[in-house]
């Protein structure tokens, strides 16, 4: 633990943050009543595992909560990690201060790479209460992969699982290395590494350096890459740990919840919901350990667990829908979806099944949660909600100005503390990606007189076919509304006729099968929902790209529709089955 006065009272910030904090629990039901009144808390200084988490530990009411429940699916029920604020709070002092002894200081980047498993969060804390800048990664990541985001990140610090030590056997200036065991027999420390569970023979009082300046670096997130390389974002002590208040919002999570989110560690959805969310909430979290995803066994854990809030993508969600949910009775007063947008059906199916309404949420790694549908405010279908407190959203034409329907944009003037320090470049150095007022996601939305926001996609992903503008985004909710499609991602196929055409890949369920019938069936049943302009023409049977987090990855097929090829014997065309 913390030893008390350690950093120059660090009890002004505490209650700065808690104050925030306290205007969003209040008003969780009261959506304009939280935006009017919620604004960003002023920090100079700010250690939220020693200024919050610890701090939270240490009361009656939270030092023998759950806060972390690690679950291991593999292994079935009795192998379950359970532990307490207090224990958080004990192992993460221990960790943090034989990193120190190794060598670990403030401002040095540390990459992390663990499962979900129980280390995981006690090495977060530990390198937030050092100071260290945290460099995520996923633990599928290869090795040319860790090269590069070893180099570019400035990596000096790496702990990982002992299956993965093998990656970094050829990437030079790494000064310490850190295995975390499985735990089986044949499991041994590599020569040079060093073992994660001697930290817990240290010292369990941690005595910080000084305060922790609030605009320090904490991490360094590499983006998805869905859609271009992937780029390097800084965020500070600040920016994501407070940021995430409005990821608690929306979740509208409790003190004494259990919150249960889908998402890959290594990336930014990890953190914010698994970690910043929760614990600002003073909730827990029940994490999923799982060689491979099971919906089965996840739907049997959210039941066994007593899950109240629930965060998944919208892969999973369509996944879940095609179980026969009904069977689980789970005690879910919270569903919430994130990373893309989801389709009006799955909602439906899961409102009719549970008695909740998936919620749906935008946000990015550069800026936390930015837009979605919180607790008590009306759900429009299509929709992702309003913008959240402590963000004035905007959408901007392709010429600058104010409009209906344009870039998801948020007013810098007074700069919300959700937003990132800045992308860093190749020299290491931060580019601010504010031009003047504004911050520009380079997304885009379409609002309405309510002031609900839809979503139409991504600036890369809208094309024009025969002069017509095509959201991806419209046509696979409506693909998505048959009930033999799984998944599916629209992009643009050359055509010489109309210069491009809208092409769908679409995975189909279990039940369905790939055949020029289910395309002719596809194709009718388009025909009746879409204006011939936005039809799609070409449909392909396939299993879709993703990357590691889960995300599509449709730079993947955007790329492969581009190039010169020949028809495939698995694409089928409108005008081949409808004419």
């Excluded at 402590?390 to 392709?398: C, H, K, Q, R, T």
């Excluded at 070409?538 to 790209?545: G, K, T, V």
Aim: glycine letters at 8%; hydrophobic letters at 40%; one cysteine or more.
């Amino acid at each position: 633990m913390a030893v008390p006065g350690a950093e120059a009272d660090p009890s002004d910030s505490t209650a700065a943050f808690r104050a925030a904090r306290d205007v969003l629990q209040k008003h969780r039901d009261d959506y304009d009543t939280a935006y009017r009144e919620f604004s960003w808390p002023r920090l100079t200084t700010f250690n939220w595992a020693l200024d919050w988490f610890d701090v939270v530990a240490g009361t009656p009411e939270r030092r023998d909560a759950t806060a972390l429940r690690v679950m291991d699916l593999a292994a079935g029920p009795g192998r379950d990690v359970r532990l307490t604020y207090a224990e958080m709070s004990e192992r993460s002092a221990q960790v943090a201060n034989w990193l120190r002894e190794l060598g670990v200081r403030r401002g040095d980047p540390l990459l992390l790479m663990l499962d979900n498993r129980a280390e995981l969060w006690v090495t977060m804390l530990a390198a937030i209460k050092l100071g260290a800048v945290i460099v995520p990664a996923a633990t599928l990541l290869g090795e040319e992969d860790l090269i590069s985001r070893v180099q570019r990140a400035g990596v000096q610090h790496v702990v990982a699982r002992s299956e993965d030590t093998g990656k970094f056997r050829r990437i030079p200036g790494i000064r310490t290395r850190v295995v975390s065991l499985s735990g089986a027999d044949d499991d041994r420390v590599p020569e040079g590494w060093h073992d994660l569970n001697v930290a817990l023979r240290s010292d369990s009082v941690f005595r910080s350096e000084g305060p922790t300046p609030a605009t320090d670096p904490l991490f360094r997130y590499f983006t998805s890459g869905t859609t271009s390389q992937p780029k390097l974002v800084e965020h500070s002590h600040a920016s994501y740990p407070v940021g995430q208040l409005t990821t608690m919002y929306l979740i509208g999570q409790r003190p004494g919840d259990t919150h249960t989110t889908i998402a890959q560690s290594g990336w930014a959805k990890h953190a914010c919901s698994n970690v910043f969310a929760p614990w600002s909430a003073e909730a827990g979290v029940l994490a999923l350990s799982q060689p491979r995803f099971d919906v089965e066994a996840t739907l049997d854990a959210l039941v066994r667990g007593q899950v109240t809030t629930f965060c998944a993508p919208p892969t999973v969600w369509r996944m879940i829908v095609q179980q026969p949910i009904g069977r689980w009775k789970v005690s879910l007063r919270e569903a919430v979806s994130a990373g893309e947008p989801l389709n009006s059906e799955v909602i439906e199916k899961i409102r009719r099944a549970w008695g909740v309404t998936i919620r749906d949420g935008y946000g990015q790694t550069e800026a936390t949660g930015l837009i979605g549908n919180p607790p008590g405010r009306p759900v429009k279908a299509g929709a992702m909600g309003s913008p959240l407190p402590g963000y004035a959203v905007e959408l901007i034409s392709p010429e600058g100005e104010p409009a209906e329907e344009g870039e998801i944009s948020i007013d810098v003037t007074d700069r919300p503390l959700g937003l990132m320090r800045g992308y860093a470049d190749g020299e290491g150095q931060l580019v601010d990606p504010c031009a003047g007022a504004r911050y520009r996601t380079g997304d885009f939305a379409q609002r309405d007189g309510d002031g609900y926001y839809t979503y139409v996609g991504r600036q890369d992903d809208v094309f024009k076919s025969s002069n017509y503008r095509i959201s991806p985004f419209q046509l696979e909710s409506t693909l998505l509304q048959h009930e033999s499609v799984a998944e599916v991602v629209v992009v643009a196929a050359a055509d010489e006729k109309r210069l491009a055409v809208p092409k769908a890949y679409v995975t189909l369920t279990a039940a369905a099968e790939a055949s020029p019938e289910t395309a002719k069936e596809l194709f009718s049943f388009l025909s009746t929902r879409l204006a011939p302009y936005q039809r799609i023409r070409r449909i392909e049977f396939a299993e879709l790209p993703k990357n590691s987090s889960g995300k599509i990855e449709r730079s993947v097929l955007k790329a492969f529709e581009l190039a010169p090829q020949a028809r495939r014997r698995s694409e089928f065309r409108e005008e081949d089955l409808l004419n």
